[in-house]
């Protein structure tokens, strides 16, 4: 069986917190809401894409964005965990497979 992984990105200049927010009753099935701070395996599912990196360049390129101080690749900042083991910098994302995540 293929172990699903989940991964979180934390900027050190501008750290985006990704726990989940509670909500108080239910949403109507019709409704589709999107949480900005999450990319599900449902929309992981509607790619056509490879790695992890290209899944976020399409569904939240801001995620990857600098949001403070300039680096010479603007993404300096970013690091990368998965399962609560740091994997590395932004360049850990094009290592990972997107069949393999369960969210980002």
């Not at 993404?75 to 980002?104: F, H, P, R, T, W």
Request: charged share 15%.
């Amino acid at each position: 069986m293929r172990r699903i992984h989940t991964l979180f990105l934390a900027a050190a200049v501008s750290v985006a917190a990704l726990s989940g927010c509670a909500t108080s009753g239910t949403t109507p099935a019709s409704t589709t809401s999107r949480n900005s701070n999450v990319i599900s395996r449902a929309e992981l599912s509607q790619l056509q894409v490879r790695t992890a990196r290209q899944a976020i360049e399409q569904l939240r390129p801001t995620w990857l964005r600098n949001r403070g101080i300039s680096n010479a690749n603007g993404a300096d900042g970013v690091k990368v965990y998965m399962d609560v083991n740091q994997m590395g910098g932004i360049e850990a994302l094009d290592q990972m497979s997107v069949a393999e995540i369960q969210e980002i």
